[in-house]
């Protein structure tokens, strides 16, 4: 029979040494971490590098909670809790049924957004140095995060009319947008070396590596981008998911809306190919080329999932992926925006490719 080390008693329990011994480790990592944690939020330095951790955290959470919210839309557990923020009016917490728990789940998702955005501001007053950017993009964050627990509660209390939720959600997509900025301009260096306590601003100045012309068909993928999310919604809110099976809808036809869906789709990729056909022929930097395939890739994914799902009678499994894709597009879209600019110092002359016509333009 094996024999096992004498056991000791630690804190009021016997255990054995080896566990004991893992303890008390464990018990010196957690206090020496709490102990770096406090001197850096009372000294406020926080790493740059760090900061970005922490805006990456709030990107990825904003993503996770809009495909989390179509998840309560596509089970119908969209009044599965009739009151808010509890789920009834005689209980907070919901019943043990699965409508309530699905819509009740997705609150308290909230909740871990709603942290991952406080880390995000903390950690913004926090860096070392501190940018007056990332403060003002981390407390858009805030803003949003209340916009949209006020307009959940009012969806709720409006019973899911169609109006609400469409606005819950082009919203989040607003907020989202806010979390990629913030993640963008977390990279860019400071014009003080980091760690040095004060203030600071973006080093250098930004410069277009595209033409005007190439800046223009970019800003134009966005507002197609926006018109194509916007009439999204208005087929969401006129098809069989409204989140209820009580939901009020839109009265327009399916087939009528989800066709001027599809052109709009149709516009945006013919954008999408014109302006990286004309870039690639202008011999624009690889990254911004690389970025716009990429965003292509997703368009074209995210249009096959579309088709798809119209054609089969709109599954709520395929419903779900059109909605990641839309996060997807979205992010792809701003992303090759904010890869259009780079820094360079400010006494250098820009150093763009050798396109026609170059024009600096400077982000305002
Ligand atoms: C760039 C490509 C696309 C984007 C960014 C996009 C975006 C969206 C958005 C934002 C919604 C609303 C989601 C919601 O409110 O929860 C939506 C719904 C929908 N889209 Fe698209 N879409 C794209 C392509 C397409 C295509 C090509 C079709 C084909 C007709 C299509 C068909 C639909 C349908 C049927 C719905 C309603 C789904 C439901 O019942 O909830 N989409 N789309």
Redesign the pocket.
Known sequence: MRVLPPARIYDGHPMRAADAGNLATARRAVVAGGRVAWRTIRHRELPPATFRLATGLAVWALAFIIVSG?AV?LTGSGLGCADWPGCTTTQVVAPWQFHAWVEFGNRLITGLVSIAVGLAVLAALIRAPRRRDLTWLSLGLVAGLIAEIVLGGLTVEHKLAPGYVTAH?LLALVFLADAVILHHRAALADDSPPGRAGRARPAGRPVAMVSREHLILSRLLLVA?SV??LL??V??ST???GGAPQAPRFAFSLHDV?QL??TS?EV?LFFTIVTLWSMSRAGVPASVLRRGELLLVV?VA??GI??L??FTG?PAAL?AL??V??VS?VWATLVFNLGLYTRVPDTEEPTGPPVPAFTPELVP
């Open positions: 179509a839309r959600f981008c194509v999310c999204g919604t087929v969401t098809g069989p998911h989800a869906h599809g789709v945006f368009l995210q249009g579309g088709y799902q119209y709109v419903v059109h909605i894709g839309v597009v």
